[in-house]
């Protein structure tokens, strides 16, 4: 596990976009934390490592964002509003898993049991006590 301080929402930025510039096709990756921890700063950082430019917002109410003119296609899934993992079979989550982008997957503890061994998870967790922007963001690439 890689563990990283953040102490700022550019920080962040960077962090996301560093994991792009190594993202491969078929990589999924499970983001963690807290409601405004920084999973969609990361996001739009990631976002921007693989070369998207458009507008990168959290999908919250359509579950799935697809940006197709990155370097590799970007499935960005959030999973906050789904009541029961069924849900995602049939948004066709396996489709994206196993196609030729990066899914990245907001909320993404809340659908486990689908995601594969090698997810690599990102967490993101607040600090009060080191400031309102701070972050700790542990990167594990078990499996």
């Known amino acids: 596990m890689q563990i990283y301080e953040s102490r700022s929402p550019e920080d962040t930025l960077r962090l996301g976009r560093e994991l792009a510039q190594k993202a491969q096709p078929g990589d999924v990756i499970a983001l963690a934390g807290d409601l405004g921890a920084g999973k969609t700063v990361f996001t739009k950082g990631f976002a921007e490592g693989l070369g998207i430019e458009e507008p990168v917002n959290s999908p919250t109410f359509t579950i799935l964002q ?78």
């Open 66 to 143: 697809i940006y197709e003119e990155g370097r590799i296609p970007l499935y960005h899934f959030d999973v906050y509003r789904i009541e029961d993992a069924e849900e995602m079979v049939e948004v066709g989550l396996d489709e994206y898993l196993e196609g030729n982008g990066v899914c990245l997957i907001e909320w993404a503890g809340r659908i486990a049991d689908l995601l594969p061994v090698r997810t690599i998870i990102v967490r993101i967790e607040k600090d009060l006590q080191k400031g309102v922007d701070y972050r700790r963001v542990m990167i594990d690439r078990a499996g």
